[in-house]
Every structure is written in structure tokens, then in C-alpha cells.
């Protein structure tokens, strides 16, 4: 059984407006848009996750996405993770993704990584880091966050994992 980091019965908000972007499940429905943003950006992208990652790559197709997609609302569905697009105001354009994971190893009590296409990266990056630190704490009751890659480098953030993995196993 994967490791809960809300209740069972906890609903999580399936969309937010705001009025410089809107946050809403990520579902299979978003593929093409998605798609875009992230062959769009896929360089930049290699950053987010981990240090030199292979995703997306260069030859990623619309079907894998959409497989991408599928798993990222179970996870939701079944509260295991959320996964969140984000666009523009009007719905014209996705514009980044936000991913809400458990921790479960102790320290934090969930970790969080969203990224931006570049066009936007610059300017929407610090603003929606702000409205996080308060957004996910009053909604999912999250207070002990981590932001792999970007309150802790992704080498601190490995190393911490495997050391964490480590004494669990003992």
C-alpha cells in the first residue's frame, strides 16, 4: 500500500483560479496543451526532477504524454499525489505543472516540484513559489514541504533520500 499523506476521504481542489493563472487537475484531457508546454520547454525541463534528466525527450510522442497523464490522475484519484496544470487565465495556454508527492521518510511530510515554460519561467516562477508556501499548507494541511531543486539542491535532496532509505531499512 503506497504511503498516504492525507486522510483517505480528503478531497483535494480540483481547480483554482487566480488571476494570473489557473490550477486545475491534471487529466488526460490536458494532453495536447500539455504536450506543447513541455516539448516546448524540454531542455528546461531536464532540470526540474533531477540534475540532467531524460525527460521529456526529444522524440517523446502525444501517447506517451497521454500515458504520462493517465498515471498522474490516478495518483489524484487516489490521493497517492497531485498533479495540477497550470495556465493562463483564459484556459488558452498551459503554462506550467505542479506536483504535490508524499515523503515518506520522515523529515518532511510531502515534496513539491512545478515547473514553467520558458517563456513565462522567469516571471512566474518567485510569485507562485509565494502563493504555494501558503496555498498548500491551508489546503492539503502540508506544513513540512520540500522543494527539491529549489530550497534544496537536487544532490542534498538525493543524498538525504538515500540516508533517510537507509536507516529505515535498519
Not at 499548507?137 to 542534498?156: K, M, S
Request: charged share 25%; aromatic share 16%; proline share 7%.
Amino acid at each position: 500500500m503506497p504511503y498516504l499523506f492525507v486522510p483517505t476521504d480528503f478531497k483535494a481542489p480540483y481547480q483554482v483560479k487566480t488571476p494570473e493563472f489557473v490550477l486545475r487537475k491534471l487529466t488526460v484531457e490536458e494532453v495536447r496543451k500539455d504536450y506543447e508546454a513541455v516539448m516546448s520547454s524540454k531542455e528546461s525541463l531536464r532540470q526540474i526532477f533531477q540534475v540532467n534528466d531524460e525527460w521529456p525527450s526529444d522524440n517523446m510522442t502525444l501517447e506517451e504524454n497521454y500515458r504520462d497523464l493517465q498515471e498522474h490522475q490516478d495518483e489524484f484519484d487516489k490521493n497517492e499525489g497531485f498533479a495540477y496544470t497550470i495556465v493562463t487565465p483564459d484556459d488558452s495556454k498551459c503554462i506550467g505543472c505542479l506536483y504535490i508527492y508524499p515523503f515518506p521518510y520522515g523529515v518532511y511530510d510531502s515534496r513539491v516540484y512545478y515547473w514553467f515554460i520558458d517563456e513565462v519561467a522567469a516571471t512566474m516562477s518567485s510569485p507562485f513559489h509565494k502563493f504555494l508556501t501558503t496555498w498548500i499548507p491551508d489546503v492539503f494541511n502540508l506544513t513540512d514541504i520540500v522543494y527539491p531543486g529549489r530550497t534544496i539542491p537536487h544532490a542534498d535532496f538525493k543524498a538525504l533520500v538515500e540516508t533517510l532509505k537507509s536507516k529505515k531499512q535498519k
